[in-house]
């Protein structure tokens, strides 16, 4: 019985079985438009983190004060302020962009440093995948076949 299913398979065309609009669909989203997505997320991040440092040079971190309650939900309210944090911060040292980059070159280089690395290591990257995509996307060429070699005529001694 299930040679009899597999053979009703295999005579199933591929062709009906995947039309031009699915293939399409399945292939999501391009290397070139993650790769671009991840830069801006990470400078972004790179900012906040950036922007925090030089907010909190004189020791003033920002954080919002916790009320009372159960450690569980002190630790979420902790998390959800942390954000509210960064978010107000990334966004209140914009005008401040100048004193802010050189302020963190002069006093925490590392910090600066790591996010460039991230940046070129994320661009790389995305070319390599983007290389190997269309090496494996092009279509395999035939086997070459092997050179028979011609057989020499007997010398007879």
């Known amino acids: 019985m ?6 009703a398979i295999k005579k199933i065309p591929m062709s009906y079985m995947l039309d031009e609009d699915d293939e399409e669909e399945n292939e999501g989203k391009s290397i070139r438009w993650v790769v671009i997505v991840a830069m801006i997320l990470v400078a ?3 900012w906040g983190c ?3 440092a030089y907010a909190g040079r004189d020791g003033n971190t920002g954080v919002m004060g916790m009320g009372g309650g159960r450690l569980r939900s002190r630790g979420i309210m902790m998390m959800i302020s942390l954000a509210l944090s960064f978010l107000v911060t990334s ?3 914009i005008p401040n ?3 802010v980059i050189s302020w963190n070159f002069s006093n925490r280089l590392w910090l600066p440093v790591l996010f ?3 940046e070129i290591c994320i661009g790389v990257g995305g070319i390599g995948l983007q290389k190997l995509e269309n090496n494996l996307a092009q279509p395999t060429g035939r086997r070459k ?3 028979r070699r011609k057989k ?3 010398q007879e001694m």
């Open 116 to 118: 460039i690395v991230v």
């Open 152 to 154: 020499r005529p007997r």
């Open 2 to 7: 299930e040679t009899a299913e597999r053979s």
């Open 91 to 93: 966004v209140t040292q």
């Open 44 to 46: 972004y991040v790179a």
């Open 50 to 52: 950036l922007a925090a």
């Open 145 to 147: 076949k092997k050179k």
């Open 97 to 99: 962009v100048f004193s």
